[in-house]
């Protein structure tokens, strides 16, 4: 069992679509977040959900929305994606409401490549 | 500030050999975690070691182990007997409380190990 999984793994979409990455924990964690990560490897946290609600919220363009239909899955939906979405995005949970102690993990990652 | 340095952005290392991967932060708050992240040409992100600010002893996971020394504010990661698996992105963390634990990152080294 994956304790943190992300679907897809591999993306490839045209400039202007809307699409979405789900992300589900079955670790039963009160915590979930997305980080992007860039070409440069560079690690930026996006969004953080504690029980379903958002409490980390970065300056991210507002074509990127979390959804958290309950504790278990933090879904990423993008609007009308640009060239500059291009990475790859990770999901992760914490026990806690973040990473104080060993109880993190990151979900295998998606990247994203917006043609 | 809060701050992650990575100094090596690249190294390579003989296989079998012990390999030290550099760290240091920058934080005023007393309570913190550091974590060492592995991220290979897969590009999944695993968890490799973690250190509290108020462990007493170093960290180790098997071949890794974590070299602490708070007064000079370094976490080195130490990787002994080196396999051609290690190679990978590696990336150290911190998680000050002051930050409500969100992970910081460093900018990642870059490990190739030769046969």
């Known amino acids: 069992d994956t304790a943190v999984s992300q679907t897809p793994k591999y993306l490839v979409t045209q400039m202007g679509n809307d699409k979405s990455i789900k992300c589900e924990q079955n670790l039963g964690h009160d915590t979930m977040y997305w980080y992007k990560q860039d070409s440069k490897k560079f690690l930026k946290i996006m969004f953080s959900y504690n029980n379903k609600e958002l409490i980390i919220n970065e300056t991210v363009p507002n074509r990127f929305s979390p959804k958290s239909p309950d504790k278990a899955h933090l879904n990423l939906h993008i609007n009308s994606l640009e060239l500059g979405d291009s990475a790859v995005y990770f999901c992760a949970s914490s026990r806690n409401a973040g990473f104080s102690n060993t109880e993190a993990f990151f979900g295998q990652g998606t990247r994203l490549t917006v043609v | ?115």
């Open chain 2, 1 to 115: 500030a809060q701050k992650i340095t990575q100094t090596q952005p690249g190294m390579f290392v003989q296989e079998k050999e012990a390999v030290t991967l550099d760290c240091t932060y920058d934080t005023s708050d007393p309570s913190y975690g550091l974590f060492w992240y592995k991220q290979p040409s897969s590009g999944e992100m695993i968890f490799l070691i973690y250190q509290g600010s108020y462990d007493q002893q170093n960290a180790t996971e098997g071949r890794y182990s974590l070299n602490f020394q708070k007064a000079r504010k370094s976490a080195n990661l130490v990787i002994s007997a080196s396999q051609l698996g290690d190679s990978a992105m590696y990336f150290c963390a911190m998680s000050p409380m002051d930050s409500n634990y969100q992970l910081i990152w460093g900018a990642g080294t870059k490990l190739i190990i030769k046969p």
